[in-house]
């Protein structure tokens, strides 16, 4: 086990790594793709379940008070993406102008959000080839004891922890980050299209139930042991 621990074939993978990553991308890029990963040990998404109530909320008041009777409850609203699509429905008299601008800001952000993920999949591409570079200095530097069969076994196993190094990283630690990266995209993305739905809906004055019917299969999707009997009992509208 002493064998696997070296600091040397460490600072080859890594530093190699991501030194060809800050060739490939903008350090501010590096950056934030850094901080994101925090994403796949913490659980920062915010719940479905009280998104859809809330806009359920917001449709029932709406609906009583009208449209601009929602102008006292954006400061309490969590969800920035929600928060917006209020905001303008409240500014401007046009679902289609208001379908357009959010469903814009859906693409702009699904595409940061993307650049996160492909600079994890670029460090798991990166790593193997460096962990190689690392077997094959060790290699190098242990050809001065081709006659000494001992120290050459020996050395050979040590060279090749960089390849082990390599593909460790980039299979238990890069690529695995970057797939779920991808996937809490996928969620935020598919939340803010339920929202934009949402929001056009109560600018076009439905029913807060058509507009709970709406969005009922996004929440049976997300949600399977969650029933949509159970949903409709818990609802800030049914109550």
């Known amino acids: 086990m002493v064998s696997l621990l070296q600091p040397s074939a460490i600072m080859i993978v890594l530093g190699g790594t991501f030194c060809a990553a800050i060739v490939n991308f903008k350090p501010s890029t590096l950056m934030t793709a850094l901080k994101s990963a925090s994403e796949v ?6 719940s479905q379940i009280k998104v859809i109530d809330e806009i359920i909320y917001l449709a029932h008041q709406a609906r009583i008070k009208g449209l601009f009777s929602l102008n006292n409850l954006v400061e309490n609203i969590q969800d920035p993406f929600l928060k917006r699509g209020v905001q303008l429905s409240i500014d401007f008299n046009n679902p289609q102008m208001i379908y357009d601008i959010l469903k814009a800001e859906i693409s702009y952000d699904e595409e940061e959000e993307l650049i996160n993920s492909r600079v994890f999949e670029a460090l798991g591409g990166y790593a193997p080839t460096f962990g190689i570079v690392g077997a094959v200095f060790g290699l190098i ?44 995209t996928r969620e935020k993305i598919l939340l803010k299209e339920v929202v934009l739905q949402g929001i056009v809906s109560i600018q076009m004055e439905e029913s807060p139930m058509v507009i709970e019917e709406k969005l009922l299969a996004y929440l049976k999707y997300h949600n399977r042991n969650h029933s949509i009997e159970n949903r409709k009992q818990d609802s800030i509208y049914s109550r």
């Open 41 to 46: 040990f913490m659980d920062k998404q915010p």
């Open 141 to 184: 530097q242990i050809m001065g004891y081709i006659q000494q069969p001992d120290i050459l076994a020996q050395g050979i196993a040590v060279a090749f922890v960089s390849t082990l190094y390599g593909v460790g990283f980039a299979n238990l630690l890069f690529l695995p980050i970057a797939g779920k990266l991808k996937m809490n």
